[in-house]
């Protein structure tokens, strides 16, 4: 979503065939797999996430090449506001994709509920129509300075994001997905277990498994394998099959 993966990068090697190939859309967009906690998934659906830089998405194009869903940015901090977050989401709708919307978190500028309620009035929201996903809060490296944990140390980091998550669903229903590395989650909160059983993880790797998970989940929802590929932003895969993803989304 960032630049935060450059140092996992570095560390793997992509198997072409995997990361960028998606089933084909007559496959009813899954394929099948090994099946593993931390391997790939019996089943997995492909999906794609995108922001502002991806500007105008050709999202026929990604349903013809059997993307099912996406995660779009809506905000950021306390003020800012996808300009494109608008015609991306309606636009990934119309394609027929289940799309959701994510935060990225800003630790360092505010409180958590100031941001909670900044992402649910400006995109974050959540219905049970079986084509919305959970809200996501995007947490990774500070790309604004030095401090990877945005200044916080790990007692508090967790706190904020605990804070952030209680906010979400107080307005939506739903707690937030969780997008981070084992890294990030590791140096910032410690390797907090505590979110496992509340918040759906999203997992960042660019490498051909997931990898060990961050501490506290059993089984990734959603992995991020690539920055590029066939579809438009980031690559992924949801965990499960397409009718699963559906019954996700739904809650």
Known sequence: MRTALLTTLAAVTVTATL??????????ASVHGTGSATGAAAEQVPGMDVSRYQGTVDWQGAWANGARWAYVKATEGTTFQSPTFPEQFQGAGDAGLIRGAYHFARPDLSGATEQATHFVDHGGNWTADGRTLPPALDLEHNPYGPDACYGRGQSDMVSWIREFSDAVKARTGRAPALYT???????CTGGDTGFGGTNPLWVARYATSPGTLP?????????????????PGDQNWFNGSYDELKAFARG
């Not at 990361?19 to 009813?28: R, S």
């Not at 501490?215 to 579809?231: K, L, N, P, R, V």
């Open 181 to 187: 590395t084992s890294d990030w989650w590791t140096r």
């Open 215 to 231: 501490a506290g989940w059993s089984a990734h929802t959603f992995w991020q394998y690539a920055d590029s590929g066939t579809f």
């Open 19 to 28: 990361l960028t190939a998606p089933p084909p859309a007559h496959a009813a």
